[in-house]
């Protein structure tokens, strides 16, 4: 199971954390990732981490602006995200799945969140 929270509205410049906390059948997990889904738009991969040894991906559009990190001991995954733009308004979703290869295709992803809400205005 995957709980994202920390959704909010913000005024572009701003900054939002989300977390996604991973517990139950989700253990066998080593690469989690972030994805957002704007009304009318398909979903897409922001970022991803690989818990094993700390590698990162990021899409284009959030690199320099967006941090995802882990936090083993509390089984959380992360999402820093500064400098927002009203075009990261969207739903953003968490996803947990094993291996670490085509991070950024939904198809892959064994897990996934129910979603928090992120408007940039």
């Known amino acids: 199971q995957l709980v994202e929270s920390g959704g909010d509205s913000v005024q572009a410049g701003g900054s939002l954390r989300l977390s996604c906390a991973a517990s139950?059948?989700?253990?066998?997990?080593?690469?989690y990732a972030w994805f957002r889904q704007a009304p009318g738009k398909e979903r897409e991969g922001v970022a991803a981490?690989?818990?094993?040894?700390?590698?990162?991906n990021y899409a284009d559009s959030v690199k320099g602006r967006f941090t995802i990190s882990q936090d083993n001991a509390k089984n959380t995954v992360y999402l820093q995200m500064d400098s927002l733009m009203p075009e990261d308004s969207a739903v953003y979703f968490c996803?947990?799945?094993?291996?670490?290869?085509?991070?950024?295709?939904?198809?892959?992803?064994?897990?996934w969140g129910q979603g928090t809400q992120v408007t940039v205005s």
């Open positions: 996803a947990a799945k094993s291996g670490w290869f085509y991070n950024f295709d939904d198809t892959v992803y064994t897990f």
């Open positions: 139950g059948n989700t253990y066998s997990s080593n690469c």
């Open positions: 981490i690989y818990t094993l040894n700390g590698d990162t």
